[in-house]
């Protein structure tokens, strides 16, 4: 798609927007809901009030930003694009279908990151959300991946079963589930 293609989208669905160089700034007063786009122009940055829905959305180009004061839906993606390193939206980043991500991917977002299709978690990967983190059909951690979010981490198929850090604080008094997951990673228990 275009950026002209694009602009012409933001008309006639009524969202706010502003050129600043190369880059189309979305500053609607409430939440954009383009569900049926398959692509986007680079350089396009969400910065409205409220949510992102791009659930058909496949790809993203280089340059998506996304600053959105709530969720954000990408349900659809398959991949990330190294040159985009950190969601650091308010609400929840919905990546269901993300099958890889690149290394040192920073989730800086104020709600839960939706991971549920990756199988592998590459090096540097952080998780600094303040909500849960839903990996559950992953395999493998790499050492160099954190998690500091303030949440729980779900990691079903890597222990066989359904179980969250939370669960943890039962068998191991004194340790923050957090803590021991990433010395866990770090010792390489899950490569």
């Known amino acids: 798609?275009?950026?002209?293609?694009?602009?012409?989208v933001l008309y006639w669905?009524?969202?706010?927007?502003?050129?600043?160089?190369?880059?189309i700034v979305i500053n609607h007063k409430g939440d954009v809901s383009l569900e049926s786009?398959?692509?986007l122009p680079p350089d396009v940055v969400f910065k409205n009030d409220g949510i992102v829905n791009l659930r058909s959305l496949e790809t993203l180009p280089p340059?998506?930003?996304?600053?959105n004061k709530e969720d954000i839906n990408l349900r659809s993606l398959k991949t990330i694009p190294e040159g985009i390193k950190e969601?650091?939206?308010?609400g929840d980043?919905?990546?269901?279908?993300?099958?890889?991500?690149?290394?040192?991917?920073?989730f800086l977002n104020?709600?839960?990151?939706?991971?549920?299709?990756?199988?592998?978690?590459?090096?540097g990967v952080g998780f600094i959300n303040k909500g849960n983190?839903?990996?559950?059909?992953?395999?493998?951690?790499s050492p160099g991946v954190v998690f500091s979010n303030k949440g729980e981490v779900f990691l079903d198929k890597l222990f066989g079963d359904t179980m969250s850090s939370k669960d943890w604080k039962i068998n191991i008094e004194g340790i923050k589930p957090n803590r021991l997951l990433n010395f866990m990673i770090k010792q390489g228990v899950f490569i």
């Open 37 to 39: 786009l398959k692509t």
């Open 110 to 123: 104020k709600g839960d990151v939706w991971l549920r299709s990756l199988v592998i978690l590459p090096p």
């Open 87 to 90: 969601f650091k939206n308010k």
């Open 133 to 141: 983190v839903w990996l559950n059909d992953l395999k493998t951690i």
């Open 13 to 23: 669905e009524g969202y706010s927007h502003n050129l600043h160089g190369n880059r």
């Open 63 to 67: 340059g998506v930003e996304f600053l």
């Open 1 to 8: 798609m275009t950026k002209e293609e694009f602009i012409n």
């Open 93 to 106: 980043v919905n990546l269901d279908s993300l099958e890889t991500i690149p290394p040192e991917m920073m």
